[in-house]
């Protein structure tokens, strides 16, 4: 069993930067490959890095290449988010999620924190 939990949202001005952590707690964090989605206002919930386990690579998504980057602190069971460059269109709830490598972060979860809300607006 494992839970997550996200903390380091709020408010950030256009081109502004943010940190978001993923805490986990109960089971060994690097036996999951970590997906972070975001859930814009009134969109689906879509998948923004995917992050492979025991060290292995990280993914984005197109509109976050180059301005998100995910890092990792297994030790102490933390996945960050840095967020730099944000654009109002990064503007949503933050989830982090835990997967067995063979789901390949489609969101099937089954470990999910309750996320983190972003907004960014000047």
């Known amino acids: 069993q494992l839970e997550l939990v996200e903390s380091g949202g709020g408010l950030v001005q256009p081109g502004g930067s943010l940190r978001i952590s993923c805490q986990a707690s109960g089971s060994i964090l690097d036996d999951f490959d970590i997906g972070w989605f975001r859930q814009a206002p009134g969109k689906e919930r879509t998948g923004i890095s995917c992050?492979?386990?025991?060290?292995?690579?990280?993914n984005y998504t197109d509109s976050v290449k180059g301005r998100f980057t995910v890092s990792r602190d297994y030790a102490k069971k933390i996945v960050y988010l840095q967020m730099n460059s944000l654009m109002p269109e990064d503007t949503g709830v933050y989830y982090c999620a835990a997967e067995p490598p063979h789901y390949h972060c489609s969101g099937r979860g089954p470990y999910w924190g309750p996320g983190a809300q972003v907004t960014v607006s000047s």
């Open positions: 992050t492979r386990r025991r060290g292995g690579e990280t």
